[in-house]
């Protein structure tokens, strides 16, 4: 698809019509994205979010329209489609966000001390 930010697009799946991410680094099912996320298998830091969830919004969108009477685009989302997507997408933004900020290693106790004491 050419108009698809960063070279993501979505497609509805052949199984119970879930999202599917075409990314530069990852093909599949939304949900696997996590999988291999939490097997270290897939460097988070390598995976646009923003991307995937404008897609994902525009994935649900075309659903909404397609299910409308008439397809006037006044259609209803498939709420536990979203909900699902919630869920896995804040836990990849969690664990994102763990991975992104500074691990907190101490190299002087003495410097931590005075952390302490000033807050």
Request: hydrophobic share 40%.
């Amino acid at each position: 698809m050419a108009d698809a930010p960063e070279g993501a697009e979505e497609q509805e799946s052949s199984g119970a019509g879930g999202f599917e991410v075409h990314l530069g680094n990852f093909e599949g099912p939304f949900d696997l994205l996590l999988s291999l996320i939490a097997k270290h298998k897939l460097d988070i830091t390598e995976v646009s979010l923003a991307t995937v969830t404008d897609e994902f919004i525009a994935y649900v969108k075309k659903g909404a329209a397609e299910r409308s009477p008439e397809g006037g685009g006044k259609g209803v989302w498939d709420l536990e489609q979203t909900s699902n997507f919630l869920l896995v997408a804040s836990t990849l933004l969690d664990l994102k966000a763990a991975r992104l900020l500074p691990q907190g290693d101490v190299e002087d106790e003495e410097d931590l001390a005075l952390l302490e004491a000033r807050d």
